[in-house]
């Protein structure tokens, strides 16, 4: 098939095995892709705007400088390459996004509820207004990252670095901080009820090392 057929028969869901595909630079805003396989495609760039990418596998493949603010709920993104992504107000319930690399890439707004982000690099990264409820951050890097206004309940940050984050109106309850490094980090507003603070490092922050955390 031509460039313009395949295009054709991937809009019309006639084609649902893409690994390794060349769709770089490609408009697939609108397309549904529920369930597909792109493990190690080339979308470098490609525009999925509004695209239903719900359960499709992305393992491995390169989605750098893409736009996707669309729908990936469940979908597989565990090694895929997401820098400088548009993931801002994505739908990543549920998705799974272990040893991604994520620099640069735009997070504002992304629904992230019961994803698995578990030791990846979100330093930097504005991830303001963020839905984490639920979501796994275990030893994940968030030095001074933006996680202004973002729902972080029920999360998991066993020995996440949250050195000198932005956590201006976060909100924490009953959320894991075990070990976690919050060195420095700004929590004005931040709210705490519930939330688990074992032999968490909180100097320099508006919580004495050592107290229970205020409603």
């Given at each position: 098939?031509?460039?313009?057929?395949?295009?054709?028969?991937?809009?019309?869901?006639?084609?649902?095995?893409?690994?390794?595909?060349?769709?770089?630079?490609?408009?697939?805003?609108?397309?549904?892709?529920?369930?597909?396989n792109l493990a190690g495609a080339n979308l470098a760039g490609a525009n999925l705007t509004?695209?239903?990418?719900?359960?499709?596998?992305?393992?491995?493949?390169?989605?750098?400088?893409?736009?996707?603010?669309?729908?990936?709920?469940?979908?597989?993104?565990?090694?895929?390459?997401?820098?400088?992504?548009?993931?801002?107000?994505?739908?990543?319930?549920?998705?799974?996004?272990?040893?991604?690399?994520?620099?640069?890439?735009?997070?504002?707004?992304?629904?992230?509820?019961?994803?698995?982000?578990?030791?990846?690099?979100?330093?930097?990264?504005?991830?303001?207004?963020?839905?984490?409820?639920?979501?796994?951050?275990?030893?994940?890097?968030?030095?001074?990252?933006?996680?202004?206004?973002?729902?972080?309940?029920?999360?998991?940050?066993?020995?996440?670095?949250?050195?000198?984050?932005?956590?201006?109106?976060?909100?924490?309850?009953?959320?894991?901080?075990?070990?976690?490094?919050?060195?420095?980090?700004?929590?004005?507003?931040?709210?705490?009820?519930?939330?688990?603070?074992?032999?968490?490092?909180?100097?320099?922050?508006?919580?004495?090392?050592?107290?229970?955390?205020?409603?």
């Open positions: 098939m031509t460039v313009i057929e395949t295009l054709q028969a991937i809009r019309a869901g006639q084609i649902k095995d893409l690994r390794g595909a060349n769709l770089a630079q490609v408009d697939l805003s609108g397309t549904v892709l529920t369930g597909v509004g695209a239903n990418l719900a359960g499709a596998d992305l393992s491995g493949a390169d989605l750098s400088h893409a736009i996707l603010r669309c729908n990936l709920r469940g979908a597989d993104l565990g090694g895929s390459c997401l820098v400088g992504a548009d993931l801002r107000n994505a739908d990543l319930r549920a998705a799974t996004c272990l040893d991604c690399q994520l620099a640069q890439a735009s997070l504002a707004g992304a629904l992230l509820a019961g994803a698995t982000l578990s030791r990846l690099n979100l330093s930097l990264l504005d991830l303001r207004g963020c839905d984490l409820r639920g979501a796994s951050l275990t030893q994940t890097l968030l030095v001074q990252a933006d996680l202004s206004a973002a729902n972080a309940s029920g999360a998991d940050f066993t020995q996440a670095d949250l050195e000198e984050a932005v956590l201006v109106q976060t909100v924490f309850r009953g959320t894991n901080l075990t070990r976690a490094n919050l060195l420095c980090a700004q929590m004005d507003l931040a709210q705490w009820d519930g939330a688990l603070l074992i032999d968490t490092c909180l100097e320099g922050t508006a919580l004495d090392v050592g107290s229970s955390p205020q409603p």
